[in-house]
């Protein structure tokens, strides 16, 4: 009898052991299952008017999947890049603060021996903390030396080039202006280039494909990143929906950075930018279509750029749409990239969450790319933090319950055309917008715009003059209103900042031993492809 109620009890033990131990795995499962996964989508050097979606009346049809996402999802009008360049953006954007607090205010280069400060915090490394899988697909540009790499700065995994897409020869060049040679070649024409580069070409190192610490192939083949890209990005997507893994995809498009690689065949000249836009249109829809597939509803796809287009590559650049910086335009220079006129920082932005995020919506307020680290944390019950200051603001009403209130102030650094590089001269207050310093990038014609400073500002009223073509005048109360109140408020954030003891300062020192190279004794460090 005894015998009988000891494996009574044995078995009643066993099955109440069971019984919890299914529970607790089905708990866990259930608690990432909870935890939303985000795919971002930072595309490069792509201009607001690039989506279709954005400039109905043009009746393109380059981006079908981004229009697909707009109508089932909310389209950002007013959403701003953090900065007008790569680096500074990308910096920005992982850690919600103003490169003038996160040390990033220009970009680094092939001989950089560092990156984004090691004392900031960043995105991944919040979310990785929290049990996510992160990954990084693309271009970092953050650091490619030691501890400045991505697998260091909180992502599990990461294929991509180390920096831009032109910072390196491919033997197989792109579409570029001017046009690059390949690598290594005993042609008369390459020969001269070589001895009269101009600064947009690399001869010396090739460009490399990256995945995690290892270079797999230098130089890379531009034409077959996309294809590479992909693969490795819809592997993520999939392994972590086998592992119920919550998890960050960062997908950092080498699109629409030049030099263009379209994979469509026999793409004519005029033709090139388009055929890059619908590739990369492409990719976006097989990256919806995976999420969609795998966890739909809990996988919110965030879409947007880096800083806008690249005026002086001519017809390999995209559209600014309405936002065309006409006052500059008239003393010279170009209005996108590198500058601080609409056309350098509006980008287009697409938010998509079935189930969460309204179909079909739009809105105005007015965002940043660095609001991407405040809302993500929210969204994954991540707190940030609280050692230092931020500048980001938490879109998640924005987002998800129709609020079109933004930022009362958005500034925008300094990114090369004028001034310091980093310091905070243009302000965004409302519908208008303030200049203490104006300039030129290098426009299609070869021109630039030399820099002037305003004091008072320029003051131009966005929501009746998308252009910036004709400020206010100054003499009128309105103007001495708006002024009054940008002064005061630009005053309290250069203040808050000088006094801040979490600001960071970046290490841009060069040593071309610093550059990446899988085998020294090689022409352009040729290593055999591996990937």
């Given amino acids: 009898m005894a015998k009988h109620v000891s494996q009574l009890l044995l078995s009643g033990t066993l099955l109440f052991g069971l019984v919890i131990y299914t529970a607790s795995r089905r ?133 991509g080039i180390p920096y831009s897409n032109d910072m390196g020869c491919t033997d197989t060049p792109g579409y570029d202006l001017p046009p690059c040679f390949p690598c290594v070649s005993s042609e ?36 077959a990143l996309t294809e590479k890209y992909k693969s490795a990005a819809l592997r993520i997507i999939r392994s972590a929906r086998a592992r119920a893994q919550p998890y960050l995809l960062f997908v950092a498009s080498a699109h629409m950075h030049v030099p263009l690689a379209p994979s469509v065949a026999n793409s004519s000249a005029d033709r090139v930018y388009a055929a890059s836009l619908q590739e990369l249109d492409s990719l976006v829809g097989a990256l919806k279509a995976a999420a969609d597939e795998a966890d739909k509803g809990n996988t919110l796809i965030w879409f947007t750029g880096d800083n806008g287009p690249w005026e002086q590559k001519c017809q390999f650049a995209g559209s600014v749409g309405p936002f065309t910086g006409t006052w500059q335009i008239k003393k010279g220079g ?27 919506t739009t809105s105005s307020a007015l965002l940043s790319g660095m609001d991407i680290f405040p809302t ?22 924005v987002l998800l319950h129709g609020d079109h209130s933004g930022h009362e102030f958005l500034f925008h650094p300094n990114s090369g055309a004028a001034g310091k590089f980093g310091d905070l001269q243009t302000v965004r207050a409302g519908k208008h917008k303030a200049f203490y310093i ?92 591996v990937f």
């Avoid at 996108?336 to 509006?346: C, D, F, I, S, Y």
Wanted: net charge negative.
């Fill in 27 to 159: 708990g866990a499962g259930e608690r990432f299952k909870m935890k939303p996964n985000f795919i971002i989508i930072l595309a490069d050097d792509i201009g607001w008017g690039d989506m279709d979606a954005n400039q109905p009346k043009k009746q393109t049809n380059n981006t079908p999947n981004l229009n697909q996402m707009a109508q089932q999802g909310l389209r950002l009008t007013d959403f701003h890049s953090p900065a007008s360049t790569c680096s500074p953006s990308r910096a920005a954007i992982l850690t919600g603060r103003y490169g003038l607090r996160n040390g990033v205010t220009h970009n680094f280069g092939v001989n950089s021996v560092a990156g984004l400060p090691l004392s900031e915090v960043t995105l991944p490394q919040l979310l990785q903390q929290a049990g996510y899988y992160t990954a990084i697909i693309g271009k970092w540009h953050l650091g490619h030396n030691g501890p400045y790499r991505p697998n260091n700065r909180g992502f599990d995994y990461y294929l």
């Fill in 188 to 223: 008369p024409q390459v020969i001269r280039q070589r001895r009269s580069v101009h600064g947009g070409c690399y001869s010396k190192v090739g460009l490399p494909l990256v995945e995690n610490s290892s270079i797999v192939e230098q130089p890379l083949d531009l034409w």
């Fill in 334 to 360: 170009g209005s996108a990239k590198q500058t601080t006129w609409e056309g350098g920082h509006r980008v287009p932005t697409v938010v998509y969450w079935p189930g969460k995020i309204p179909a079909n």
């Fill in 376 to 397: 993500v944390l929210s969204l994954a019950g991540v707190a940030h933090p609280s050692d230092r200051r931020y500048d980001a603001i938490d879109a998640t009403n």
């Fill in 438 to 529: 104006t300039g030129g990038a290098e426009a299609c014609s070869g021109g630039t715009g030399e820099e002037q400073l305003h004091d008072p500002p320029l003051i131009f009223d966005l929501e009746h003059e998308e252009a910036e073509e004709t400020p206010l005048q100054f003499d009128t109360p309105d103007y001495r209103a708006i002024a009054q109140k940008v002064a005061r408020k630009r005053e309290e954030l250069l203040w808050d900042i000088a006094t801040d003891t979490s600001v960071s300062t970046a290490d841009y020192s060069q040593d071309e031993l610093a550059a990446p190279c899988c085998d020294r004794r090689q022409a352009v460090c040729r290593c055999h492809t």
